[in-house]
């Protein structure tokens, strides 16, 4: 029987469809807008889609796995879980972009808001996806909105320069996974997850198999990009410091975690009938542990001559990709019961790395510059906004008592139930290493002599901002168990498993 979108119940749609809506009619409004009305009433139009999003993300669970179009488009807990994250960061970063006073970015204003919110849809679009062409078709969505975003402050040169490495290493890296996924279509005749699952179960062991491994490793260069993860995290540095810092924020976070969720999707489907002949463990396996090694040493090792805190800060994202890669590179040998792990470090590590990068824009804007001596004396000056980034600071370390502590913890012994201590080891050493170019904060912060006696005056979207990171942060450090649990209750498997249900809830 043929079906039409008219025979699905488009409510599972909603949060995409509200997304949409909001970013054609941010455009329109644009349009009629006269030029001296303010373009903030275009981003609180825009935080506000994403909230009525997030609702419609709510009301979504406590469903059986749902799907659409031939089970290309799916709502499980899966989508559900990483749609929420999405939604909270961009939330974050549309609130905070509402305080940002750059004068060369309010020129191309609404068309920010906009672009946001593109990349959002197509962060959206790949976390629900289990076909190829979608899954491409979001990436692209994302990758090209996020192009624009990094390049909208014209007039600035390290900006232009940076959107240029971007567009030209972005490019390339999605036709590496392109040229990956073509052989997977050419192996199996389809581009759809779950049909490619059944005849890699097939190919697995014949002649063609060597063709999966080269469709895998044409990916993974392409992965290793998304997620800014060593060897292929050139492009982060440049582009986090020329970026606007709001843009910054996107792509360290929502960006990543979509990136991931990408990932997951591909391997976990396609690929997972490898298991049963054990090249699973013996390439796939092995190959994220040696990309997850690296980066953490690269990443945390290069991070120590850095004295733009933004550059710093693209290192610590490169070693904390790292971190992440842990739980799938296990996965193989533990199961499935590491997604709560995942899970829980991915919005660890959003909040401590939106509230550390938000504190350091703060800083940076009243001292006119984002080297690290821009926290000289800031205890004297803010005292409240030096605790504020030393508790960031200590969770991105990962000491005891915080979000980022338990995260590790948990990555840890994730590595270690796999009986790979070489891993775990490298996770002990270069967590340690970390420590010293965290902690030079710190003594700019508290040792040093302040220049500027002047107070630093926060505006309140600014303040909710930090207000919501720090208190994300605090309660996963405190009462960690209650979200292991609940995000131990979702039903993962069935994101890669077919639902039955494709008609309505």
């Known amino acids: 029987m043929i079906q039409t979108l008219l025979d699905f119940d488009l409510r599972v749609l909603a949060p995409e469809l509200v997304i949409v809506a909001a970013a054609a009619l941010l455009t329109i409004v644009d349009l009629l807008l006269k030029e001296t009305v303010s373009r903030k009433w275009i981003g609180i139009l825009g935080l506000l889609a994403v909230l009525v999003a997030g609702i419609f993300v709510g009301l979504g669970w406590g469903h059986e796995p749902y799907q659409i179009l031939g089970d290309s488009y799916r709502i499980d807990d899966f989508s559900l879980a990483f749609k929420a994250i999405l939604l909270f960061g961009t939330a974050l970063v549309l609130l905070f972009s509402l305080s940002d006073k750059d004068t060369e970015k309010l020129e191309a204003e609404s068309e920010y808001y906009s672009l946001l919110l593109t990349a959002l849809l197509g962060a959206m679009i790949m976390v629900s996806s289990a076909e190829l062409i979608t899954l491409f078709v979001g990436l692209e969505l994302l990758s090209l909105s996020s192009y624009i975003l990094v390049g909208i402050r014209r007039k600035r040169a390290d900006s232009a320069e940076a959107a240029w490495k971007y567009v030209v290493l972005g490019s390339v890296s999605s036709a590496f996974i392109l040229y990956g996924m073509s052989f997977l279509y050419g192996l199996t005749g389809t581009t759809h997850l779950f049909e490619i699952q059944q005849h890699v179960a097939e190919i697995a062991g014949t002649d063609y198999q060597a063709f999966l491994y080269l469709s895998f490793f044409l990916m993974i260069v392409g992965f290793g990009f998304k ?28 960006s990543k975690v979509a990136a991931f969720a990408f990932v997951v999707r591909i391997v976990l489907i396609a690929f997972i009938p490898l ?34 805190t933004k550059r710093l800060m693209a290192y610590s994202s490169i070693a904390h990709a790292g971190y992440m890669l842990v739980p799938p590179a296990t996965m193989g040998f533990v199961g499935f019961d590491l997604f709560p792990s995942l899970v829980f470090y991915l919005v660890a590590y959003l909040c401590m790395t939106l509230g ?26 803010s005292p409240s906004l030096a605790l504020i980034m030393t508790f960031f600071l200590l969770s991105l370390a990962g000491l005891p008592v915080t979000a980022g502590f338990i995260g590790k913890f948990y990555i840890l012994m994730s590595a270690i139930a796999s009986t790979h201590y070489w891993l775990a080891a490298i996770m002990i050493a270069t967590t340690v290493i970390s420590y010293y170019y965290y902690f030079g904060f710190a003594r700019q912060m508290y040792f ?54 494709s008609l309505g809830y």
């Open 448 to 501: 040093r002599k302040a220049e500027d006696s002047q107070k630093i005056a926060v505006s309140w979207p600014t303040v909710a901002v930090v207000g919501m990171a720090v208190l994300g942060t605090i309660l996963l450090g405190i009462i960690p168990d209650f979200f292991l649990q609940a995000f131990g209750q979702l039903d993962w498997v069935s994101g890669f498993s077919q639902a039955a249900n």
């Open 227 to 254: 997620i800014s993860s060593a060897p292929f995290h050139t492009w982060a540095p440049d582009v986090y410091q020329g970026a606007a810092t709001p843009v910054t924020i996107f792509l360290a976070v929502v």
């Open 275 to 308: 298991v049963t002949t054990g090249v699973w463990n013996e390439v796939i396996s092995w190959s994220f542990m040696l990309v997850a090694a690296l980066s953490m040493i690269v990443g945390n090792t290069v991070a120590l001559r850095q004295k733009d």
């Open 356 to 381: 550390a990068f938000v504190v350091i824009e703060i800083v940076a804007r009243r001292a006119g510059t984002y080297d690290m001596n821009a926290f000289a004396g800031l205890y004297q000056r």
